[in-house]
């Protein structure tokens, strides 16, 4: 099983008014061909800034990739050209957003939507395009597919319409998918379904997944790999299984004691990380983590921790984690 994706020391940055918001801040990780790949923390940590950055949509101005590579294909995307990220974006790689409505055309069919896709990315004619958008949409279990074709995305419920975003993500069979809180917008119910429709999908089309999501469950039940950001660095990286069986830095921990139990007693209160998420602009010498952490040392003041090995193949950025 060879590497999809490889991002090296990717530094994304917005130049603003009130200085310079380190959003990625030299994270690295991969990707291996058909595997999902889980990348967590809460909002504001960088994940989705991560995932435009490959898809090279980071607004120019105010945001700029300034350092790293993202290495796709054999190729560092950083280096091609409008054109070739043209062929790569919805061909090669696609992605899943979170709000769909913000992201499917609103004067323009579904059918319309889903076989431009095919036309432009695999050369089908417009025949054959209406043909695979109907098969795509019965994939997704979307009923009376063909019906659906001249309906409009406001036509639809919010479950509907990121199913409909699921199958024109896959319909060019890319090698990537990436997607971004593709839950957010729908109910519990709705929630389980489309994962389940994302599990199946990518595993029917052998296609690599990056998970972007907030929710530990989700990446449990579904990752083999988990990468968890805070203000803009991977502080803790391994097997999913390893990670959740022994959790090595104090945000992680905190994520996953905040998640509620169908086992806990009734009346019993939800942890929480007490503090704020730190201002990105102005972030704090040392561990950006520093100012809400019950486990500070010394050094986390002075240092920031680099990602050291605790275990087989999980890695944690943090002094108190640390055996010198």
């Known amino acids: 099983m060879g590497v999809c994706l490889e991002v090296r020391g990717l530094k994304t940055h917005f130049f603003t008014d009130a200085g310079v918001v380190k959003a990625v801040d030299g994270i690295s990780y991969s990707v291996e061909e058909g595997e999902t790949v889980g990348l967590v923390g809460e909002s504001g940590c960088g994940k989705s800034v991560s995932a435009l950055s490959v898809m090279r949509l980071i607004p120019q101005p105010p945001g700029r990739i300034v350092g790293g590579e993202i290495i796709f294909d054999g190729k560092n995307l950083l280096g091609a050209s409008d054109k070739e990220m ?38 089908m004619d417009k025949q054959d395009a209406q043909k695979r958008s109907i098969e795509l949409l019965q994939l997704v279990a979307i009923p009376d597919a063909e019906k659906r074709l001249s309906d409009y995305p406001h036509q639809l419920s919010g479950g509907m319409r990121q ?20 839950t957010t917008a729908v109910d519990v119910t709705i929630q389980a379904q489309l994962l389940e429709i994302m599990k199946n999908m ?13 929710n530990l469950g989700v990446i449990a039940r579904y990752a083999q790999r988990v990468y968890i950001m805070y203000a803009g660095k991977i502080v803790e990286t391994g097997l999913a299984s390893d990670v959740f ?12 004691a905040s998640v509620p139990r169908l086992d806990a007693p009734l009346g019993t209160r939800l942890t929480a990380i007490e503090g704020e998420p730190p ?27 680099p990602l050291k090995l605790i275990a087989d193949k999980h890695y944690v950025a943090c002094w108190a984690n640390m055996r010198e």
């Open 279 to 305: 201002d990105m602009a102005y972030l704090p010498l040392g561990c950006s983590f520093r100012p809400r952490c019950i486990y500070a040392v010394e050094r986390c003041s002075q240092e920031a921790p």
């Open 245 to 256: 069986g022994a959790l090595g830095h104090p945000y992680a921990k905190g994520l996953l």
């Open 86 to 123: 043209h062929h790569v974006r919805g061909g090669k790689i696609a992605m899943i957003f979170q709000e769909p409505m913000t992201s499917l055309n609103p004067v323009l069919t579904i059918g319309r939507q889903l076989s431009e896709a095919l036309e432009i990315h695999l050369g």
């Open 163 to 182: 199913r409909v975003m699921i199958a024109m993500a896959l319909s060019c069979n890319p090698k990537l998918l990436i997607a971004d809180e593709p």
């Open 202 to 214: 990518t595993g029917r089309f052998g296609t690599s997944l990056i998970l972007i999501t907030h």
